[in-house]
């Protein structure tokens, strides 16, 4: 039941993400309000988004509980490797993952957690969405 809620909620976070995406142009990205006072820029960690690392050099767009929005200049595909390498690095258990040329989503566990990592384009970069929950 908890991972059917937390799947729908990162379904509809992403989905809220690539209509934020479709309805900018490139001569106005659109904004997006912050959680944070303002925006940072940060190197890999575990901070910002628990235990999964922090795509390097992406910006903090949100971060609420278990939920981290980033975001950064980077390709799809740049990111979207970046963390298949990382959860297999980190010992996490990939439970579903596709690739494709515009979206990237993985589902992992580890020790009784478990991740959604979803990766996509907006009108002024990429966003990177990423959910931890309880298993």
């Known amino acids: 039941m908890r991972w059917r809620l937390a799947s ?9 993400l690539m209509m ?3 309805c900018s142009d490139d001569s106005t990205p659109a904004q997006t309000p912050t959680t944070q006072a303002s925006s940072q820029s ?12 922090t795509y390097p050099g992406a910006t903090v767009v949100s971060h609420v509980g278990g ?5 950064t200049d980077d390709s799809v ?9 990382a959860l ?7 439970v579903s993952k596709y ?7 993985l589902m992992a566990r580890r020790d009784g957690k478990g991740v959604t990592v979803q990766v996509s384009p907006t009108g002024s970069g990429t966003s990177i969405s990423i959910t931890t929950y309880s298993v």
């Open 67 to 71: 939920f981290t929005l980033l975001h």
């Open 8 to 16: 729908a909620a990162t379904a509809g976070a992403a989905a809220v």
């Open 99 to 105: 690739q494709g040329e515009f979206s990237v989503n």
């Open 20 to 22: 934020l995406g479709a």
């Open 42 to 53: 940060v190197t890999p960690s575990r901070t910002a988004s628990g235990p999964i690392p």
């Open 88 to 94: 297999a690095r980190d010992g996490w258990t990939t």
């Open 77 to 85: 595909s740049k990111v979207g490797s970046f963390y298949v390498d």
